[in-house]
């Protein structure tokens, strides 16, 4: 096991443009999160997945973002149009169902809109 | 409302010295309190936790952790500081439901003289 597998690690588009990126968390975790981290600030909590469910969603994802967990196993985070308020670091993390144990994070995606 | 205050923005220790990084807290239920560490451009390593029990808690690396009620603070500290510990380190509290984010402060750098 491998840990949690985030790609693209960077990630540099143009104002408007479409960007995807993708998470693989540890094979036996059904639970999936995202959270986006700007800097100087922590990690603010955007969104996430039990199995392919999509459980809860932060106000802070707005209508351009939508992601997905197709089969319960990777997951993608898309952003339309993107601004230059989306720079950040884009943070995926994993864990069991059972309670809050303390997510293994990826890496993350660091995002740059120009 | 729910929050979580890490007082210290930038902290510098001399190697060998100790070191406390502050954590306050704010949280309608039971808290469940963790400490992560974030080296430049990874993503965060859970350094520990606490749930219940005994309200001093050992990590990795050499951290420990006191939580104080009545404070509502989960402190961090090291005896011994390191080079390699140069890094940000992210207090964060969530609560046992399933599928609860966890709520992060906006972090402490430390860095490490010689």
């Known amino acids: 096991d491998t840990g949690v597998s985030q790609n693209p690690r960077h990630k540099i588009t143009k104002r408007g443009q479409n960007v995807t990126f993708r998470c693989d968390p540890i094979?036996?975790?059904?639970?999936l999160y995202w959270y986006r981290q700007t800097l100087g600030q922590g990690p603010e909590f955007l969104t996430y997945?039990?199995?392919?469910?999509?459980?809860?969603k932060s106000r802070l994802l707005s209508d351009r973002f939508s992601a997905e967990r197709p089969k319960g196993s990777f997951s993608t985070l898309e952003i339309q149009r993107t601004e230059q308020g989306d720079s950040a670091m884009y943070l995926c993390?994993?864990?069991?169902?059972?309670?809050?144990?303390?997510?293994?994070f990826g890496s993350g995606t660091r995002l740059t809109v120009v | 409302a729910q929050s979580v205050t890490q007082p210290d923005i930038h902290i510098t220790v001399s190697e060998g010295a100790s070191l406390e990084l502050r954590c306050n807290y704010s949280?309608?239920?039971?808290?469940?309190l963790f400490w992560y560490v974030q080296s430049p451009g990874q993503g965060l390593q859970l350094l520990l936790k606490?749930?219940?029990?005994?309200?001093l808690v050992q990590g990795i690396k050499g951290f420990e952790a006191e939580f104080k009620r009545s404070q509502s603070s989960f402190n961090l500290r090291k005896p011994s500081v390191h080079w390699s510990d140069a890094a940000e380190y992210f207090c964060?509290?969530?609560?046992?439901?399933?599928?609860?984010?966890?709520?992060f402060g906006k972090g402490t750098t430390l860095s490490v003289s010689s």
């Open positions: 993390a994993s864990s069991l169902v059972e309670g809050v144990d303390g997510y293994t």
């Open positions: 094979s036996e975790h059904n639970r």
């Open positions: 997945f039990q199995n392919e469910a999509q459980l809860e």
């Open positions: 949280y309608g239920a039971t808290p469940y």
């Open positions: 606490y749930f219940s029990g005994d309200t």
């Open positions: 964060a509290v969530g609560a046992k439901q399933a599928g609860t984010a966890l709520i």
